[in-house]
C-alpha cells in the first residue's frame, strides 16, 4: 500500500462492511477498520439505549445522524442534545457521554472513533463472544470535562430554526 502524497496515509480499499449485530432491533456493521480511524453504520430501533454513561482518555469519539435521531447526555453537566440527520457530536477524550434513539422511530447513523481506541476489536469481540479491552472508562466522580469541549453542530434545518428563534427573542441555544 502505498502512502497518499497529501496526507502520509495509505489508500484501504472498500470492500463492504463487516457484520457485527444483526437483530430486528439493532444492526451494526464496521465500515473502515484502522489503527488511526474505525468507522461503523449502526440501526436501532425506536426507545433504545444505545451506550450509558462513558468516557474515552485516547481518541474523540463522533456520531453523524443519517435517519431518525439520537439523543445525547454529554459533560459533567450531562446536557441533553438532540440530534436529526446531517447533525453531529464530536465527543473528545475527558468528555462523559451517553446516547440512545429519540422519538418514535428508528435510528440510523455513522459512529467515528479517530484514532481507533481499540473499538474496531472490541465490536469483534462482542460479535465473537471474546472480552476485549479498550479506551473506555466509567465517568470519574468530578464527571470529568463540561460539555462545551464537545462539537455539536446541528442539522442544516435545526441550524435554520435556531437562527429564526434567536433572531425573534427565542429559546437560544448555546452549542458549540
Avoid at 45 to 69: C, I, N, W
Avoid at 70 to 87: H, W
Amino acid at each position: 500500500m502505498q502512502p497518499n502524497a497529501h496526507t502520509g496515509c495509505g489508500a484501504v480499499p472498500i470492500t463492504g462492511p463487516e457484520p457485527i449485530l444483526q437483530s430486528e432491533e439493532r444492526a451494526v456493521s464496521i465500515v473502515v477498520a484502522r489503527g488511526d480511524i474505525t468507522i461503523t453504520r449502526a440501526a436501532y430501533a425506536a426507545g433504545q439505549e444505545v451506550a450509558g454513561p462513558h468516557m474515552h482518555s485516547r481518541h474523540t469519539d463522533a456520531f453523524y445522524v443519517l435517519k431518525g435521531e439520537l439523543s445525547f447526555e454529554i459533560g459533567r453537566e450531562r446536557r441533553t442534545v438532540t440530534i436529526s440527520p446531517g447533525g453531529y457530536v464530536a465527543v473528545p477524550p475527558g468528555v462523559a457521554h451517553s446516547f440512545a434513539t429519540a422519538g418514535d422511530r428508528p435510528a440510523r447513523w455513522l459512529t467515528i472513533h479517530t484514532p481507533d481506541g481499540g473499538f474496531a476489536d472490541f465490536m469483534r469481540g462482542i460479535r465473537d463472544g471474546i472480552d476485549v479491552e479498550w479506551d473506555i472508562a466509567a465517568v470519574p466522580t468530578d464527571g470529568g470535562l463540561p460539555a462545551s469541549a464537545a462539537t455539536v453542530a446541528l442539522s442544516p434545518a435545526e441550524r435554520s430554526a435556531s437562527l429564526s428563534q434567536r433572531l425573534h427573542g427565542g429559546w437560544g441555544t448555546d452549542l458549540h
